[in-house]
T-cell receptor, first 112, second 111 residues
Framework: DTAVSQTPKYLVTQMGNDKSIKCEQNLGHDTMYWYKQDSKKFLKIMFSYNNKELIINETVPNRFSPKSPDKAHLNLHINSLELGDSAVYFC???????????FGPGTRLTVT | EDQVTQSPEALRLQEGESSSLNCSYTVSGLRGLFWYRQDPGKGPEFLFTLYSAGEEKEKERLKATLTKKESFLHITAPKPEDSATYLCAVGRGSTLGRLYFGRGTQLTVWP
């Protein structure tokens, strides 16, 4: 009965590669988010979608592109990976925008 | 510019020793203050939402309170399983959905 799930859990790749992280929620929520948690554990929002519509797009390199095929899924595609992209990426969802958010288990991305 | 500041950064308590964690914020138009618990290698787990000054929420040994400038997470008679990083986040009315997180307080409770 997983609420917010992400795949993969770990991702190790080389600089310059393209990778994707997938997220799914079975809570029936309308809004989904992507966060980045750096090595100092600071959590910062990257994107947010409400019913497949992009509503938050923080200052993130164009190499990062979110896609929401339906309101239960939000994927993150990263092109031309750089060393600085190494972090833990969390997906989250909320019943409506502005309400409490529920987080997935995270994807630890390591770029070598 | 930090809009959410948590203190202390780390706290060690003996089992049963009550204490409080602080979260101060400078955002205007507060649209909710949220407390989360994060265990190593896991995603943040939602604990409480507070919306207005004077509001309080309780869950087991945890109690969250809110004033106009800060929130406290009181831990009464903690147990080792309460060890985790506690994160505070605030939402602003002008930017719904965007949560501003503090850097967390790492709590260790030893037996």
């Amino acid at each position: 009965d997983t609420a917010v799930s992400q795949t993969p859990k770990y991702l190790v790749t080389q600089m310059g590669n393209d990778k994707s992280i997938k997220c799914e929620q079975n809570l029936g929520h309308d809004t989904m988010y992507w966060y980045k948690q750096d090595s100092k554990k600071f959590l910062k929002i990257m994107f947010s979608y409400n019913n497949k519509e992009l509503i938050i797009n923080e200052t993130v390199p164009n190499r990062f592109s979110p896609k929401s095929p339906d309101k239960a899924h939000l994927n993150l595609h990263i092109n031309s990976l750089e060393l600085g992209d190494s972090a833990v990426y969390f997906c989250a969802s909320s019943p409506r925008t502005g309400y409490e958010q529920y987080f997935g288990p995270g994807t630890r991305l390591t770029v070598t | 510019e930090d809009q959410v500041t948590q203190s202390p950064e780390a706290l060690r308590l003996q089992e049963g020793e009550s204490s409080s964690l602080n979260c101060s914020y400078t955002v205007s138009g507060l649209r909710g203050l949220f407390w989360y618990r994060q265990d190593p290698g896991k995603g943040p787990e939602f604990l409480f939402t507070l919306y207005s000054a004077g509001e309080e929420k309780e869950k087991e040994r945890l109690k969250a309170t809110l004033t106009k400038k800060e929130s406290f997470l009181h831990i009464t008679a903690p147990k080792p399983e309460d060890s985790a990083t506690y994160l505070c986040a605030v939402g602003r009315g002008s930017t719904l959905g965007r949560l501003y997180f503090g850097r967390g307080t790492q709590l260790t409770v030893w037996p």
